[in-house]
């Protein structure tokens, strides 16, 4: 299944080019199943070749990225945080989620919302979820649009340039960024084990 997604990438960046990047780059923030790992690297391999300029493939890989994140931010943000505070007041006791919990975070994002996405955007999996409070809070556009963008940016120059490094063996960059996914996702892990223990504490005392 990977192997005939990489296929289709591949079809899509050598048809399309620019453009196709990024439109898959757009595509990868709304639907995590088609990775960066994949596109980025074959763009800078095609750059490498002589078929393009790694420097557009980078803007075009970035436009995409911001345009991705825009769209999650827009529908988060149509949302809001008045329906999603009633959201947690009805359903959060399930999840073992108070009012006050939300407020928390809230409050956490709203002192680090320009670190929180420019970070996040360079790191695996949360790339695309950290437009989802952003949107929430209805964070600033200009400061959201900046700092994804930058973050951005530093995520496609490592993969788009590691492509064009490696050549034939583009395909090697996936592996290693698949090892970063597994540090994120042990770590996503451990607090997921905590949150876990916390709800049955407190169904214990109820």
């Known amino acids: 299944m990977l192997g005939d997604l990489a296929a289709w990438v591949q079809d899509i960046v050598e048809s399309l080019g620019y453009v196709g990047v990024a439109l898959l780059v757009v595509i990868e923030n709304l639907f995590p199943p088609i990775p960066s790992e994949i596109v980025l690297p074959f763009a800078g391999f095609v750059a490498q070749r002589g078929d393009a300029s790694v420097i557009v493939m980078i803007?075009?890989?970035?436009?995409?990225?911001?345009v991705g994140a825009l769209i999650l931010y827009g529908v988060s943000a149509a949302i809001g945080p008045e329906r999603l505070r009633r959201i947690v007041e009805r359903f959060g006791r399930f999840l073992g989620v108070s009012p006050a919990d939300l407020r928390r975070a809230e409050e956490w994002?709203?002192?680090?919302?320009?670190?929180?996405?420019?970070?996040?955007r360079c790191v695996p999996i949360i790339r695309s979820v950290v437009s989802v409070p952003a949107g929430f809070r209805r964070?600033?556009?200009?400061?959201?649009?900046?700092y994804t963008a930058l973050g951005s940016a530093i995520w496609n120059v490592?993969?788009?340039?590691?492509?064009?490094?490696?050549?034939?063996?583009?395909?090697?960059?996936?592996?290693?960024?698949?090892?970063?996914?597994?540090?994120?996702?042990?770590?996503?892990?451990?607090?997921?084990?905590?949150f876990a223990m916390r709800i049955a504490r407190s169904l214990r005392r109820r």
């Open 158 to 194: 490592a993969l788009i340039g590691a492509g064009a490094v490696l050549g034939d063996q583009w395909e090697r960059v996936e592996a290693y960024v698949g090892y970063f996914q597994w540090v994120v996702l042990l770590v996503a892990a451990y607090f997921l084990v905590r």
């Open 109 to 120: 994002f709203d002192r680090r919302a320009a670190i929180a996405v420019f970070a996040g």
């Open 59 to 66: 803007v075009a890989a970035t436009i995409g990225s911001v």
């Open 139 to 146: 964070m600033t556009l200009v400061p959201f649009v900046l």
